[in-house]
């Protein structure tokens, strides 16, 4: 996951200026449908898509998975209310999550989070919707709205008896609910790091937890503000495309965006616990090594006096006090005795303390 957002315009250029940094091949899908009938269709050409912009007989969602050409885009702009300002921020990839309605029409930024092939990502989604007319925008190769397609032409649930804002909630419910999985994702991680820091420590593990904070913390940065999003639909006043039951439900909706705030709390704070765990574990290690070197130490620290006494070079011929024990016969043997005496007692002494 990166730090910093590359794709923007240069400083100084014009507002609504659209200019793909980064451009890839997209595919337009369409769905077509009111409370009887729908037809859906994948991989449409522009013409088509011109076609459907213009005609406002049946209510029409028009999916455009990968990132957009400027002359799509422009397109679009053109034939709908969408502003040109809209449209940049769907070339500007990495925007921060937001909402802009007016009386007949809701613009919305959401950020998609996924983890595939054990890797974490997170995907700009957005969706304009009007009386009759729903475009979403999703800029990777991953389309979250395969359920809601497949509810759609089935003809489960509310959708198709509901006007576009209840799509538009459908929508939003979906990308806001793929923070479940990816969050389980960094359970499962942080339980099986948990465990194996009760049972190995390796330095491995410092560099896992330090990662997985890292991640939890940009995914945190990347998907607070959905909760201000929702929260500003709700108190969409001004807004006359949007029914009391897309409101009610969308109420359902900001407790999910809670949920996985909290739920992100709770694993950052784990991992600082990981952390503290890992580095106590570190230090008692330590203070082991050091209790035993300090241990060892001591024991042989009466033996080296014994041993460095005896080591002095007086000459017992000169004086009888001078270590008579050199004349002895068995002075030496003696000595190693009391060594081993010493060296004994004091171990059974550390024994009895629990010290080793």
């Given amino acids: 996951m990166e730090l910093f957002n590359r794709n923007y315009h240069a400083p100084g250029t014009k507002p609504g200026t659209l200019s793909s940094q980064d451009p890839t091949d997209f595919v337009i899908d369409s769905v077509v449908y009111d409370e009887n009938q729908i037809q859906s269709i994948e991989g449409i ?4 898509m011109t076609s459907l912009l213009s005609t406002h007989d049946c209510k029409t969602w028009l999916h455009i998975q990968g990132q957009p050409s400027d002359n799509l885009l422009k397109t679009i702009v053109d034939m709908t209310a969408m502003h040109e300002l809209h449209a940049e921020d769907i070339l500007n990839r990495g925007q921060r999550p ?23 990502r997170i995907e700009q989604v957005c969706l ?14 991953f389309n979250p709205f395969n359920k809601v397609t497949e509810r759609l032409n089935k003809g489960q649930g509310k959708l198709r008896n509901h006007e576009l804002d209840y799509l538009m909630y459908a929508l939003t419910d979906s990308i806001i609910d793929y923070g479940f999985p ?15 820091l009760l049972n190995t420590k390796n330095e491995q593990m410092l560099t896992e937890i330090h990662k997985i904070r890292r991640e939890l913390l940009l995914i945190r940065r990347r998907l607070w503000p959905q ?3 929702i929260n500003a639909l709700l108190r969409a006043d001004d807004c006359q495309i949007l029914s009391a039951n897309t409101l009610v439900h969308l109420k359902d909706c900001y407790d999910h965006v809670i949920a996985i705030m909290e739920l992100l709390e709770t694993y950052h704070e784990m991992t600082s616990s990981l952390m503290e765990l890992y580095l106590t574990s570190v230090s008692l290690k330590l203070n082991d090594v050091m209790k035993f070197l300090t241990i060892i130490t001591t024991i042989f620290i009466p033996p080296t ?8 070079n007086f ?21 190693l005795g009391l060594i081993v005496t010493m060296i004994a007692g ?5 024994k009895r303390k629990k010290w080793l």
């Fill in 315 to 335: 000459d017992h011929s000169v004086s009888s006090t001078n270590m008579p024990e050199l004349t002895w016969e068995y002075g030496y043997l003696v000595i």
């Fill in 182 to 196: 990816l969050l389980e994702v960094y359970s499962e991680n942080i339980q099986g790091i948990e465990d194996e």
């Fill in 305 to 312: 006096l014994l041993v460095g006494i005896y080591g002095m």
């Fill in 45 to 48: 050409d522009e013409s088509s």
């Fill in 227 to 229: 909760r201000e999003v």
């Fill in 128 to 141: 304009f919707v009007t009386r009759t007319l729903l475009v979403s925008f999703c800029t990777g190769d």
């Fill in 98 to 120: 937001k909402v802009e309605t007016a009386e007949d029409q809701v613009f919305l930024i959401l950020n998609l989070p996924l983890n595939i092939d054990q890797t974490t």
């Fill in 346 to 350: 004091m171990f059974i002494f550390f």
